[in-house]
């Protein structure tokens, strides 16, 4: 598409180019953007090395003229929308590029990698821990996915509400806290289980997690108690039925006087799994495969399309795909969330080519990330998932109670299109 661009000469056209998704997976309500922040931090790196280069020229990828463009490569336009931790439906303008054609349509793989999977991933994370309401959900998902995947996975769980990663990578990178607990093999190692408990309590402290379901769950806890006393923090259930178990242990902790000792479960936990257990007495969930597979969603399904460009008289024109069940909406979106006078969200407005009408209530939802090629600072770095945290939060409290449900069922907002009918 470059070369030919080039060759044509229309790849100086300035262009617009929009994310968004067609639908949410079936039963979602909403989904939450995240990746952006992932996204400037290898924009302000992205360049074509010699080794690059040289492997385009003697694969026969492109023609001289467009490895020279691609040698000088270095991004110059604007970038805008949706700031991370925000809620976003079908046809939300979640992010737009504004550029040269060659240079937008050079980033098109790599905006779309970025935020499909992480807002996968924080799309699953909002629907867990909505779902596991004030008690703690701890990402434990690397070991399901590629190395690089488990670090934006759990950057974006963070985002959605999760309090802690076992991704050490992911702690040095974004300042995100971090825990993990002992495996079974740690236990299968020692003689006994009362070996591997005093050496983990030993090595620890009392203040860590006692894997008990290596043997039996009862004598399990019990030693776990008699090894490290009224100061352990939690137990770690991670088979069986949950529920069962999960209020029995807490009745025997009760009876040996760790009232305070915490239970954690784990075993391939989802949203459904979670508020299946909501009545059990569980203090922190561990979630790990469902997680970083989007929970049956593993990709939010966003798509880049040119939505506007200009002519060589510098003109600009709304262009549109019309394919059957792929159409797409010409224009450049602007848009705002509606909220009525207690803060409650009641739709999302978005305009074409000029801002939706709004009032005093309502809250405009794009942002500038990128002026002529720079990066607008405040978006990237831990303090930008710190932020976006919040953002998720407050995205939510806005929302209908309607979108924290499970249930499969109608959209909770509707997307209001100013002139798009």
């Not at 929308?81 to 349509?105: I, K």
């Not at 992911?170 to 993990?180: E, F, N, S, V, W």
């Not at 009745?251 to 305070?260: K, M, V, Y």
């Amino acid at each position: 598409m470059l070369q030919a661009a080039l060759r044509s000469g229309a790849a100086h056209r300035r262009s617009v180019f929009e994310v968004f998704t067609r639908r949410l997976p079936e039963g979602r309500r909403y989904g939450v953007l995240a990746g952006t922040g992932r996204l400037l931090e290898g924009l302000a790196d992205f360049r074509f090395a010699d080794d690059e280069l040289a492997f385009l020229d003697r694969q026969g990828v492109v023609d001289d003229t467009t490895l020279a463009w691609l040698a000088d490569f270095r991004f110059s336009g604007n970038i805008y929308g949706y700031a991370e931790g925000e809620a976003y439906f079908p046809q939300s303008p979640v992010l737009q590029v504004e550029s040269s054609f060659a240079e937008a349509c050079i980033l098109e793989t790599y905006i779309l990698s970025i935020l499909n999977y992480d807002s996968a991933v924080a799309s699953a994370a909002s629907r867990m821990t909505s779902a596991a309401g004030d008690r703690a959900c701890v990402e434990m998902g690397s070991r399901r996915i590629n190395e690089e995947a488990a670090v934006a996975a759990a950057r974006a769980a963070i985002i959605a509400g999760f309090t802690a990663t076992s991704n050490l990578e992911a702690g040095i990178r974004y300042g995100i806290p971090t825990l993990g607990t002992a495996a079974h093999s740690f236990t299968l190692l020692h003689d006994s289980e009362r070996d591997a408990f005093q050496a983990q309590v030993d090595a620890l402290g009392a203040d860590t997690t006692l894997l008990v379901d290596t043997y039996e769950v009862e004598q399990g806890v019990r030693t776990a108690v008699e090894v490290a006393g009224r100061a352990l923090r939690n137990v770690r259930l991670d088979s069986g039925d949950l529920v069962e178990q999960a209020h029995w242990v807490r009745q025997l902790l009760d009876e040996l006087g760790n009232q305070d000792t915490g239970i954690m479960v784990t075993s391939d936990l989802d949203e459904f799994a979670i508020a299946y257990l909501k009545s059990a007495p569980v203090n922190t969930y561990g979630v790990g495969t469902r997680l970083v597979t989007g929970s049956a969603a593993p990709t939010a399904s966003m798509v880049y399309k040119l939505v506007s460009r200009q002519n060589d008289d510098g003109e600009w024109i709304d262009v549109a795909k019309a394919s059957t069940g792929k159409a797409s909406y010409g224009g450049r979106k602007h848009a705002a969330r509606r909220l009525n006078a207690h803060g409650i969200a009641t739709a999302e407005l978005v305009g074409v080519n000029q801002p939706p009408a709004t009032d005093a209530n309502d809250r405009a939802l794009m942002h500038e990330f990128v002026r002529d090629g720079q990066i607008v600072s405040g978006w990237t770095g831990p303090e930008a998932v710190t932020r976006a945290a919040q953002r998720h939060r407050d995205s939510l409290a806005e929302l209908p109670n309607v979108v924290r449900r499970l249930q499969p069922g109608e959209a909770a907002l509707s997307t209001f299109v100013d002139g798009m009918g």
